[in-house]
């Protein structure tokens, strides 16, 4: 059996002592006696994720694991040397943190390009071109993050007052929201959220909760150990194995 899975920093295995003995993938892979290819990465975009998974598509793995990661982070790759170079609104490329011009160009993006709304219109496009790809496909999809979907998926009629603080608020109105909203929807209606863990009601981060963590903010072992459990008791459910 071989098994793909890409995602952020969470899955990769940060701050472990040995990540290739104690991140939830190898966990999983060890009990699943699998082979495993881990293309995860501190800092990773859900476009890295994207381009992870459709570089390793005709490898014609077994089972795909997604991690989809925060929508407010972007991957670029430098010019000079194709460094793949991670921007997160906390500007924590750990190669090019102290570099001026690292810092000024993410500064400008996260200040005056980001945008919450179209950030997380084009993550729900990510999701459905990945389902897609890996429609027929052995695959489950985990959420690292909560990305906002308590608000982003509200009913319609509290929509507005939810999503208040993470639209331009003040220069569209009432009409246009509620078209915003129906976009949303649309594209809600093309993802399989069967294909999730706990889709709209857990994310890796959530653990952070009840696990002990790193200085820098991520799980630990025992917290790994639980992931790794909870994700191979739904593929034993799913028959994945």
Known sequence: MKIFVCG??????????????SAWPYL??????????????????????????????????DLYLIAWSEYARFTFYKSDNNYEMAFTPQLADEVYYNHAYYRDWGNTLYKHWFNELFGFKLWLQQI???????????????????????????????????????????????EQIMEEYDEIQSYMSQIDTSKFYGWGDFYITKLCQSFKIGNGGHILEDGHKHLSELILETINNQGGN
């Not at 952020?8 to 003995?21: A, C, K, M, V, W």
């Not at 495993?36 to 005709?58: C, E, G, H, M, W």
Request: with cysteine; hydrophobic share 35%; aromatic share 12%.
């Open 28 to 61: 999983l892979a060890g009990s699943l006696s699998a082979e495993l290819v881990d293309t995860s990465q501190k800092a990773s975009s859900n476009q890295r994720i994207v381009y992870q998974t459709t570089k390793n598509f005709f490898k014609d793995f």
């Open 128 to 174: 459905i071109q990945v389902q897609s790809l890996l429609d027929g496909k052995n695959y489950l999809m985990i959420n690292t993050f909560p990305n906002n979907l308590d608000c982003w998926l509200s009913d319609k009629y509290v929509f507005i007052e939810k999503v208040k603080h993470l639209i331009n608020f003040d220069c569209m109105n009432d």
């Open 8 to 21: 952020d920093s969470f899955t990769y295995g940060e701050e472990l002592d040995n990540r290739e003995i």
